[in-house]
């Protein structure tokens, strides 16, 4: 069975900092690539940041210099640092992870960013 279980979300202030963190199991995580995608209600998934499994990685662009995207293919955890947090980066946060036609999604966590 397949889980990915995002932590680390909550409420701070703006410019303040978080670190998200994706644990996954039922899977052979070094082969997946992993994502951060972000949804406000009523609003598409977007993707925020990913990180193949060669490391390679990947930012929108209003996130860029302000967020990191790592793994930790020894703990199965997939991680997004995020600084400088401003309002309109609240959203609820979900990981996600790929290889070949699979495509897992955890249940989210949410990022509350105060003005």
């Known amino acids: 069975q397949v889980q990915l279980v995002e932590s680390g979300g909550g409420l701070v202030q703006t410019g303040g900092s978080l670190r998200l963190s994706c644990a996954a199991s039922?899977?052979?995580?070094?082969?997946?690539?992993m994502g951060w995608y972000r949804q406000a209600p009523g609003k598409q998934r977007e993707l925020v940041a990913a990180?193949?499994?060669?490391?390679?990685?990947k930012y929108v662009d209003s996130v860029k210099g302000r967020c990191t995207i790592s793994r930790d293919n020894a703990k199965l955890t997939v991680y997004l640092q995020m600084h400088s947090l401003k309002p309109e980066d609240t959203d609820a946060y979900y990981c996600?992870?790929?290889?070949?036609?699979?495509?897992?999604w955890g249940q989210g966590t949410q990022v509350t960013v105060s003005s």
């Open positions: 996600n992870a790929k290889y070949g036609i699979d495509d897992f």
């Open positions: 039922g899977i052979i995580f070094r082969l997946y690539a």
């Open positions: 990180v193949t499994s060669g490391r390679s990685t």
